[in-house]
Every structure is written in C-alpha cells, then in structure tokens.
C-alpha cells in the first residue's frame, strides 16, 4: 500500500513536471518598441495590447514593452521590425516612406474632433489608407489610437500665424510635417522624437508642435511656456506587426491578435480625454501657460491645412487615390 501511494505522488509530480515544462516551451516572446514615454497613449496601448494577448492565449504571449526609444529611434525600430528581429512597434506616419498614402492617418485640419476621427479609423477610412501597405513595406497595421491634436508650444505668445516667422520649429523627419510647415510659412528643423528635449535644451530648436501628452511628458512647456491650442494635427499611432510572422501564426492565435489589436485601440480611444484633462493641468501647474488661438490664427492654420493636402494628390496615388480617402473621411463627419 505504502508502495503504491509512493508510485502515485511521484507520477502526480512527474504529470505536473511535463505540464510545466511544455507551458514552458509553448511561452512566446513578443517585442514591441515604441517612441513614446510610459504614460503616454502610445505606450499605455502597447500594454494594454500585451496584457490583452496573454489573457487569450492564456499566457501563449508574453509582450515585452519597449517604450521611449529603448530599442532605437523610430526610423531604426521600424526598421528592426521589417527585417523581423523584433516582431512589433508602434509608430505612426513615419512608414509613410514606405506608403505615401499613411501620411494621411495624419492629414492637417481634416477631424473636427476625436468621435470623428474615430469612425474614419474604425471603418472605410482606415482600410482605404492601410490598402497595398504590407505588400510595399513587409509589415501591418492591426489598428490605429490617437495621442491627441498638436498644439504649438513657443517662448512668445503667438497672436498671428505669422507670429511663427523667424521661429526654429521642430519637425517631425516626414515629408507631410515638413510640407505643412512650409505652407505655415516656417522652415522646420526636421529632427526625431527622441531629440526634442537636447534639441530645446542646445538651442538648436526654440519651440515645436506636440500633444499635450508629449508636451506634457517632455516637460518642453519648461523650455518653451506659451502653448497655443491649434489642433491642427490629429496625431495617430498605430501597432504594426512583421506581416511575415502575422501570416506566419496559427488560425487561432492571429485571431488573438487581432482582437487584442482592437481592444486596445478602445481603450485608448476612450482614455484619452481623460488623459487630456490631467496633461493640461500637469502643465499648467508646471507654468506652461495654455491659450486658445485668436479667430485670425485659427483662420490662416485651417487655410494652411487645406493648402497641404496638395502633397496628397502629387504623392497618394496606388492603390487607392487620395482623393477617395478624403471622401471616405468627409464622410464621418457628424451631420450638423
Ligand atoms: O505619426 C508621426 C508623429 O508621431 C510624428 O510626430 O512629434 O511624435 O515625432 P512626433
């Protein structure tokens, strides 16, 4: 008898012994980089994507979050992820390089404001701009978040667009932000994500054009106090994947990831007014001073913004003219 509950415990720990070890070997690594700090949309997405897939696939995944340009700045860990050395990142209208047409995620002055942007992201809209992207970069969009409308963040008060004049702005490195500053009447002082705060701090740049989350997580408003609420930009980010490993993954499992990918762009969708609320007040309690812009700025912005979408017909042409996608985004707007 003694014998027999002996043989029993040990091949009670032996089945469980096998069961771990094939868990085990079943984890896999996912790494995810991105550019923004902790706090921010992008990388509360990212989290929220990582704790999403490991509840589904009951701990199949195990993310790893890669926030705040840990892996590289944007243009290098895009570039990991096409080659596959990480399977995922965040990013936004810097693959327009790759795909003109994902420049307009981002076209000025179009959202009038997020539910907007939301059903032109969640439907035709997004579809339209996302066509022929995997077969022109080797990755894919599973989703598309907002970080929040730009504002521009100055030493002086900007009264006029023309208050911009003389200013070294920075610039995102992409043709569709340096084309609107032009059309702004400034040349910008095209730099990474990553730079903007040395930038600040050297005197290489004086101001620029941000989310209140970035501008807040920066701390810019330090360097740079007057924040001119223009919202002239709704910035969109997204999570790509290597469409290599996405096609690569069982039936199931992309289903997961998928369904993580929409999940988590809800969450940020429904998170970010909050979020917005809590940067105002974080930067105005850190002395940022915070304006809404005069009638004239609001004016000569909403005409510079119209007169970008030029760079759209020159460049956004196959598969799906950019024509078509601005229709598409017309007609979210909300019936008035
Ligand atoms: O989608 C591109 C946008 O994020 C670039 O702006 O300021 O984050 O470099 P920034």
Redesign the pocket.
């Known amino acids: 008898m003694k014998k027999l509950c002996l043989f029993i415990l040990m091949f009670s720990f032996a089945v469980v012994a096998m069961l771990t070890t094939a868990q085990a070997a079943e984890k896999i690594e996912i790494k995810i980089a991105g550019?923004k700090p902790e706090g921010e949309p992008e990388t509360l997405g990212m989290h929220k994507f990582g704790e999403i897939l490991a509840k589904l696939s009951n701990g199949k995944y195990d993310v790893k979050v890669f926030p705040n340009s840990t892996l590289g700045k944007e243009d290098a860990y895009i570039a990991s992820t096409r080659r596959g050395a990480i399977q995922m990142c965040a990013?936004?209208?810097?693959v327009s390089a790759f795909h003109p047409a994902m420049a307009m995620l981002?076209t000025p002055m179009l959202f009038d404001d997020l539910n907007h942007a939301r059903r032109a992201m969640e439907g035709k809209t997004f579809q339209l701009i996302n066509k022929g992207f995997p077969e022109k970069s080797g990755l894919r969009m599973i989703n598309a978040f907002p970080?929040g409308f730009r504002h521009f963040y100055t030493k002086k008060v900007l009264n006029t667009l023309d208050d911009l004049k003389g200013l070294r702005l920075r610039v995102?490195n992409?043709p569709l932000?340096i084309n609107f500053a032009k059309e702004c009447g400034i040349a910008g002082q095209a730099m990474?994500?990553a730079e903007v705060v040395t930038g600040l701090d050297s005197g290489v740049v004086d101001g620029g054009d941000?989310p209140l989350a970035?501008i807040a997580a920066t701390r810019v408003y330090e360097k740079a106090p007057q924040i001119t609420l223009s919202g002239h930009i709704l910035?969109?980010?997204a999570l790509f994947i290597n469409d290599k490993f996405y096609q690569g993954l069982p039936d199931q499992d992309r289903k997961w990831f998928d369904q993580a990918a929409k999940e988590s762009a809800d969450y940020v969708w429904d998170l970010l007014a909050k979020l917005e609320v809590e940067n105002r007040d974080k930067i105005t309690k850190g002395g940022g001073k915070i304006a809404e812009p005069s009638k004239a700025f609001k004016d000569a912005i909403t005409a510079a913004g119209r007169r970008s979408w030029k760079l759209f017909d020159d460049t956004v042409k196959d598969p799906v003219p950019a024509k078509a996608i601005l229709e598409s985004a017309e007609a979210y707007r909300a019936k008035k």
């Open positions: 550019m990013t936004g209208t810097q981002e970080l995102p992409i932000y990474p994500f941000s970035d910035v969109i980010h």
